[in-house]
Each structure stands twice: as structure tokens, then as C-alpha cells.
């Protein structure tokens, strides 16, 4: 299926560059609003964002083209991505829409779609909505006396503070734990240090002063260096560090070791598992999730399921087998008991809920499994498929058979940039490093047909 706008997380790209322009988001807004008009009631979207500077604009576009298409919104502000999912449904409306490109720098951003239910689009709706965005808009419009409305809404954090409390039993508090925080100067800068302080948790909170242009900007999940030294500095029990949009989450142990989603999705798959409370007899993941998981889940009688890379794949997956854990490597932790997409902070309560009740430190509490040696690396291409090319195809094939039934190799293009991900995983680190090193010499030599 050719995609014109989305990708594999709504749309993205640079602010003021096509496709991130005010006038695509303006017509994103009535195609999406004209696709999900049905019935005679005063439809309703949630507009929320993160604090990207382009936000502002990407959010007067949208609001013009929702009301044009007869919709009222309902806009937010800067809160998290599970959040507007979460308010999607509480609200009652009919289409959410999260302004916010996730972990990526200040300089781009994104539209991502949450349908009535709380979950992001299927690849069919999307397609739909392309495919009217390109249309004349003239038809699509709501007559005069039927344009819709906006509105602020006052209150959404509060909102979102108690819903993210009440995934913690009543009887579980923070209290005797030294937590340090990086909101990565994005969505969750005011929630997340609330939540974890009205849960009785000492708080040391970074990343809460963004200016438009310091979202990620060495910190958060992506740069967790600061956060490791603001745990060492404080003497943190924990650390935990959001993204932009805080819909992922790594941890930061006492020792200051990095704990990456495999190892947390193993935490609380297993504990969910002993508590009874474990759908599924396993967790779901993507194929970038390490071997080592597989054979920790297998090991305890559990399965992996893996998906193609998106946690909207993952959550398609968990709700067509009835799981009720999944994730990725990189954070995204979807907990389907309490909500609909990935939620970085409702994870890490999980997980402070299992270092309270086993009274150890976070090190041996996190460290489920060891992790097989694994390498990623990126290559740049200018242009066609790559992955096409003969000598590639070739290099790729030697590749799998070199590993054999050692390890894994997963190439993929990126569905953000015009990149291709190469990473292998095995129990010999010579191996996978020649291994992959190799195959990005032979795709960086591909040249794009005239």
C-alpha cells in the first residue's frame, strides 16, 4: 500500500515543510472530520499537543479545518499522547488528534488520530482520509449555520493526574522512594512530577521549562545521559525519563544503568503473570525486541508475539488475541487493562509498584533477563528501494544464513525517515558486528535508477 501522509505513526515531518504545513493540517482537518460526520449529533474532536513551537500553528490549522467540516473542538493544550486518547473516549467525541512528533527534535513535527475508541486509525482509515485530503475541499465543507465550534477545556491535567493514580491500587504508595524525573521539556513537564508526588514520592524533576525549542533537547528517553547524572547526584532510588509526548518511558536504576522496554515489558509481564492478572500466556512485541526476551518469556512457560515495528501494530495484535501487555524496545509499554495506546508514565507506576512490594533495589528489580548481544545501525539512501537491489537481496541472504538458528537479522526502511535499520542479534558480538557493518556497505553503494 503507497502512503502518501502517514506513516507509521500518523503524519510527520519537518514544521513548515511539506507535508507539515498549516494548509495540509487545515485539510487533514476537514477530511478527518468529514470522514468520521455520521449521524445528526454535534460531532466533537480533542486537540492536544505537545510543546513544540509549531504546535501553535498546526493547532489554529486543525481547529479551522475541523470547524469547517462542521466538528467542534475541543482543544487542550500541552498534555501526553495516552492523555488525549484517554479524553477521546471520557469526552465522548467522535475523533482525537495529538499534535506531536514523539521523540524527534523541535524542528518537526506531527498529526496522530485516535478513533471513538481511544485507539489510533487502521491503515484503511488512513487511506481514506489520504485519499479526501487530496480532493477539493469545497464539497466536504458544513453548510454555514452548521459550522462547528471551539472551545478550551480547563481542567485536563487534573483529569488525567486522577486517571493515572487510579492505576495503582488504593493501598500502594511512593512514600520512602526518591524518584528523578526528565519530562524532556515536552507534553508531560506538569503531570507526570504531580502524579508521582501525590503518590508520596520524593520528586526530582527535570525537563519541565520548555521554550518551544528544547523538546528532547538532550533529555528525556532519548538522551537519558542527564537523567543518569541527576540520579547519581540526588542519590535517586529511580529515575525516569519520558519523551516528547510521553508515550514512552526508559528507567534509570540507583546504579545509574539503563533499563531499555524489553526488560520492562519482562517485569511486568511476569509480575502481571504471578498475580493472575496476565491475558494472553504471553506479551506482545515487535521483531526489534531482543532474543533474550523470547527466551526469558519461553523459559517461564510465556509466549513473545512479535509484530511489525509501531506500537499501533502491537495494540492491534493485543486486542485481536486478547493480551493485555506489549510494547517495544524503545519504551512504548501499552497496558490495555488501563488504556488504548502506549502511556510512559502509567508504566513506570507499574514498575514502582513492583519495587515496593519487593523492597530491592531498582537494579535487581529491573534486570530480568541478560540481554543478547544486539546492533543497530542506520543508513541514509538518496532515493528508490534499496532493499530491492540484487546485491543487496544477495548480501542479506548470506547474512541469515551465517546466523542460522543463532540469532535474528531485521532490515526494514524507516517509516520516518529515508533510512534503512539494520539489526542483527546473536550470541557471538564479532559476528553480528561484521554481519552488519557489512550489509551497510553494501546498501550505501546502492545508487537510485535514472
Given at each position: 500500500?503507497?502512503?502518501?501522509?502517514?506513516g507509521?505513526?500518523?503524519i510527520?515531518?519537518?514544521a513548515?515543510?511539506?507535508p507539515?504545513?498549516?494548509?495540509?493540517?487545515?485539510?487533514?482537518?476537514?477530511?478527518?472530520?468529514t470522514t468520521?460526520?455520521?449521524?445528526?449529533h454535534?460531532?466533537r474532536?480533542?486537540?492536544g499537543?505537545d510543546?513544540?513551537?509549531?504546535?501553535?500553528m498546526?493547532e489554529?490549522?486543525?481547529?479551522?479545518g475541523?470547524t469547517?467540516a462542521g466538528?467542534?473542538?475541543?482543544v487542550?493544550?500541552?498534555i501526553p499522547?495516552?492523555?488525549?486518547?484517554?479524553l477521546?473516549?471520557s469526552?465522548r467525541?467522535?475523533?482525537g488528534?495529538?499534535?506531536s512528533a514523539?521523540?524527534?527534535?523541535?524542528?518537526?513535527?506531527?498529526?496522530?488520530?485516535?478513533?471513538?475508541d481511544g485507539?489510533?486509525l487502521?491503515?484503511?482509515i488512513?487511506?481514506?482520509?489520504?485519499?479526501?485530503?487530496d480532493?477539493?475541499?469545497g464539497?466536504?465543507?458544513a453548510?454555514?449555520e452548521?459550522?462547528?465550534?471551539a472551545?478550551?477545556i480547563?481542567g485536563?491535567?487534573?483529569?488525567?493526574?486522577?486517571f493515572?493514580?487510579?492505576?495503582?491500587p488504593?493501598?500502594?504508595?511512593?512514600?520512602?522512594?526518591?524518584?528523578?524525573?526528565?519530562?524532556?521539556?515536552?507534553a508531560?513537564?506538569?503531570?507526570?512530577?504531580?502524579?508521582?508526588?501525590e503518590?508520596g514520592?520524593?520528586?526530582?524533576?527535570?525537563?519541565?521549562?520548555?521554550n518551544?525549542?528544547?523538546?528532547?533537547?538532550n533529555?528525556?528517553?532519548m538522551?537519558p545521559?542527564?537523567?543518569?547524572?541527576?540520579?547519581?547526584?540526588?542519590?535517586?532510588?529511580?529515575?525516569i525519563a519520558?519523551?516528547?509526548?510521553a508515550d514512552?518511558?526508559?528507567?534509570v536504576?540507583?546504579?545509574?544503568?539503563?533499563?531499555d522496554g524489553?526488560?520492562l515489558?519482562a517485569?511486568?509481564?511476569?509480575?502481571?503473570a504471578?498475580d493472575?492478572l496476565?491475558?494472553?500466556?504471553?506479551i506482545?512485541a515487535?521483531i526489534m525486541s531482543?532474543?533474550g526476551?523470547e527466551?526469558?518469556?519461553?523459559?517461564r512457560?510465556?509466549?513473545?508475539a512479535?509484530?511489525?515495528v509501531?506500537?499501533?501494530?502491537?495494540?492491534?495484535?493485543?486486542?485481536?488475541?486478547d493480551?493485555?501487555?506489549?510494547?517495544?524496545q524503545?519504551?512504548?509499554?501499552v497496558?490495555?487493562?488501563?488504556?488504548t495506546?502506549?502511556?510512559?508514565?502509567v508504566?513506570?507506576l507499574q514498575?514502582?509498584?513492583?519495587?515496593k512490594?519487593?523492597?530491592?533495589?531498582?537494579?535487581?528489580?529491573?534486570?530480568r533477563?541478560?540481554?543478547?548481544?544486539q546492533l543497530?545501525k542506520?543508513?541514509?539512501f538518496?532515493?528508490g528501494k534499496?532493499l530491492?537491489?540484487?546485491?543487496?537481496?544477495l548480501?542479506?541472504?548470506e547474512?541469515q544464513?551465517?546466523?542460522?538458528?543463532?540469532?535474528?537479522?531485521?532490515?526494514?526502511?524507516?517509516?520516518?525517515?529515508p533510512?534503512i535499520r539494520?539489526m542483527?542479534?546473536?550470541?557471538d558480538?564479532g559476528?553480528?558486528?561484521k554481519i552488519v557493518?557489512g550489509?551497510i556497505?553494501v546498501?550505501a553503494?546502492?545508487r537510485?535508477a535514472?
Amino acid at each position: 500500500m503507497t502512503r502518501r501522509y502517514f506513516g507509521t505513526d500518523g503524519i510527520r515531518g519537518q514544521a513548515n515543510t511539506f507535508p507539515m504545513t498549516p494548509d495540509l493540517a487545515m485539510r487533514v482537518g476537514i477530511a478527518v472530520g468529514t470522514t468520521f460526520r455520521r449521524g445528526s449529533h454535534r460531532h466533537r474532536v480533542v486537540i492536544g499537543k505537545d510543546t513544540r513551537l509549531s504546535g501553535y500553528m498546526l493547532e489554529n490549522a486543525l481547529v479551522a479545518g475541523f470547524t469547517a467540516a462542521g466538528v467542534d473542538a475541543f482543544v487542550l493544550g500541552p498534555i501526553p499522547t495516552p492523555a488525549v486518547a484517554m479524553l477521546t473516549r471520557s469526552l465522548r467525541c467522535d475523533i482525537g488528534v495529538m499534535i506531536s512528533a514523539s521523540h524527534n527534535p523541535y524542528q518537526d513535527n506531527g498529526i496522530k488520530l485516535f478513533g471513538p475508541d481511544g485507539y489510533k486509525l487502521s491503515d484503511e482509515i488512513e487511506s481514506q482520509i489520504e485519499d479526501m485530503v487530496d480532493k477539493d475541499i469545497g464539497s466536504q465543507l458544513a453548510k454555514s449555520e452548521s459550522i462547528g465550534r471551539a472551545k478550551r477545556i480547563d481542567g485536563v491535567h487534573d483529569r488525567y493526574i486522577e486517571f493515572a493514580k487510579r492505576t495503582l491500587p488504593r493501598d500502594v504508595t511512593l512514600s520512602g522512594l526518591r524518584v528523578a524525573i526528565d519530562c524532556a521539556n515536552g507534553a508531560a513537564y506538569k503531570v507526570a512530577p504531580a502524579v508521582l508526588w501525590e503518590l508520596g514520592a520524593e520528586v526530582v524533576a527535570i525537563g519541565t521549562d520548555p521554550n518551544g525549542t528544547n523538546i528532547n533537547l538532550n533529555c528525556g528517553s532519548m538522551h537519558p545521559e542527564a537523567l543518569v547524572a541527576k540520579v547519581h547526584e540526588v542519590r535517586a532510588d529511580i529515575g525516569i525519563a519520558l519523551d516528547g509526548d510521553a508515550d514512552r518511558v526508559i528507567i534509570v536504576d540507583e546504579k545509574g544503568r539503563i533499563v531499555d522496554g524489553d526488560q520492562l515489558m519482562a517485569l511486568i509481564g511476569e509480575t502481571w503473570a504471578n498475580d493472575g492478572l496476565l491475558r494472553g500466556q504471553g506479551i506482545v512485541a515487535t521483531i526489534m525486541s531482543n532474543l533474550g526476551l523470547e527466551r526469558f518469556m519461553s523459559d517461564r512457560g510465556m509466549t513473545l508475539a512479535r509484530t511489525s515495528v509501531g506500537d499501533r501494530y502491537v495494540v492491534e495484535h493485543m486486542r485481536k488475541n486478547d493480551f493485555n501487555v506489549g510494547g517495544e524496545q524503545s519504551g512504548h509499554i501499552v497496558l490495555s487493562d488501563f488504556g488504548t495506546t502506549g502511556d510512559g508514565l502509567v508504566a513506570a507506576l507499574q514498575v514502582l509498584v513492583a519495587v515496593k512490594r519487593l523492597s530491592k533495589p531498582v537494579s535487581e528489580v529491573c534486570h530480568r533477563f541478560e540481554p543478547v548481544p544486539q546492533l543497530l545501525k542506520n543508513v541514509r539512501f538518496a532515493g528508490g528501494k534499496p532493499l530491492e537491489d540484487k546485491q543487496v537481496k544477495l548480501a542479506i541472504a548470506e547474512a541469515q544464513n551465517a546466523l542460522s538458528d543463532r540469532g535474528r537479522l531485521v532490515i526494514r526502511p524507516s517509516g520516518t525517515e529515508p533510512l534503512i535499520r539494520v539489526m542483527a542479534e546473536g550470541d557471538d558480538p564479532g559476528q553480528i558486528e561484521k554481519i552488519v557493518d557489512g550489509l551497510i556497505d553494501v546498501i550505501a553503494k546502492v545508487r537510485p535508477a535514472a
